[in-house]
């Protein structure tokens, strides 16, 4: 299985940027898919969650009506659209596959993505 995130990049505050995660290799029904990030010199942490079938999404706080997550089933892609973007926003996005239900424990995940630098800054 290999996902490949791209949309990564350098935006001002304010804008907007949507992540593009495309995966391979199997079968995407039944795999809940997850965004993760990773600020310098911080811990990875939960970004975005959604069920195989998009019928279920979770986020967390920091980006609670800025971000969605999103999935094109025929396409096997998995999208999530930043908008009103921040500086402390600035981290290596990952996406992240896991059969079953959705989870914000990155444990729980069983395929990740090389990530994508997303940088936010004036």
């Known amino acids: 299985v290999q996902l490949v995130e791209s949309g990564g990049g350098l935006v001002q505050p304010g804008g907007s940027l949507r992540l593009s995660c495309a995966v391979s290799?199997?079968?995407?029904?039944?795999?809940?898919m997850g965004w993760f990030r990773q600020a310098p010199g911080k811990e990875r942490l939960f970004v975005a969650a959604?069920?195989?079938?998009?019928?279920?999404?979770n986020y967390a706080d920091s980006v609670k009506g800025r971000f969605t997550i999103s999935r094109d089933r025929a396409k096997n892609t998995v999208y999530l659209q930043m908008n009103t973007l921040k500086p402390e926003d600035t981290a290596v996005y990952y996406c992240?596959?896991?059969?079953?239900?959705?989870?914000?424990?990155?444990?729980?995940?069983?395929?990740w993505g090389q990530g994508t630098q997303v940088t936010v800054s004036s």
């Open positions: 959604i069920r195989w079938d998009g019928g279920d999404t």
């Open positions: 992240a596959a896991k059969y079953g239900s959705r989870s914000e424990i990155q444990l729980e995940y069983d395929y």
């Open positions: 290799g199997r079968v995407f029904r039944n795999y809940a």
